[in-house]
């Protein structure tokens, strides 16, 4: 084989690559074009919105607040804006949002739950165990949860943490009402309040009055007054003032003593 029939066939192999190499990308672009037009076409409008996890909000509450208008382009949507969105309101701790094809935005949340209502200026504020408040209410009906009094703070904002003067005996506060979620007493408590930082009491829903002093110790300090009200109760004796300032040494007196 000469030297020009050899350039003739690696001309024409070379002519077939291009060819190939046209034919693909040629392919490769009309696919992505496909892809591009399906994807801003109406068959991607938004037409349903699927929540999860909410058993307080509506979901008409969400969904206002998600800002999703229906028969607008799923991808027109920056997911992150949409989950702050949700998210601003203060019962939504957290908030995810994904897409479901072809028209279906699903939303997921976690809520926030009221744990407690503290005393403030004749109003009374519901918050959650992160002492976020939810709402405020110029009405307090005992609906299972426990008064706090004694909340030192100037303001509020709702969705937003207390900004309390006197934040540790708060968090002290906190960590009693933790503590005895893991006896009875969680559920006997009607009142707790903050005198000063080293007199916190608590009130039980019989009007037993329990004196904490620091509240140092919770777990001990629930553990201990669980085994103390069963005890009591058992001889029916309610009206009582219980005193568990001093480590170590637990008294009971009648009310009327």
Partial sequence: ????EKYSKKRKFNRMIRMR???ILFAVIFMFWGIYYVLQSD????????LEGNEQLKNEEIINVSNLVVNRNIFKYNLKDVEKNIESHPYIKHANVN???PNTIR?????????????????????DEDDIVLRASDSYIANGNILITGVKF????VGEKIDAANSEE????????????????????????????????????????????????PAYLMVALDEILV??????????????RYEGHISVKERNN
């Fill in 1 to 4: 084989m000469d030297t020009k």
């Fill in 21 to 23: 190499i046209s034919s």
């Fill in 43 to 50: 068959l991607m409008n938004l037409k349903k919105i699927e």
């Fill in 99 to 101: 897409r479901k094809f």
């Fill in 107 to 127: 939303i997921n949340v976690k809520e926030r739950e009221e744990y407690a209502i503290i005393s403030y200026m004749g109003s009374y504020i519901f918050i």
């Fill in 154 to 157: 100037d303001s509020f904002k």
């Fill in 170 to 217: 708060l968090k002290t506060v906190m960590n009693l009402l933790e503590a005895s979620k893991m006896t009875s007493i969680f559920n006997m408590i009607s009142e707790i309040t903050i005198r000063n930082e080293n007199d916190i009491r608590l009130i039980t829903l019989d009007g037993a009055e329990v004196l904490l002093g620091q509240g140092k110790d």
């Fill in 231 to 244: 005890n009591l109760y058992t001889k029916n004796i309610r009206n009582v003032v219980i005193d568990m």
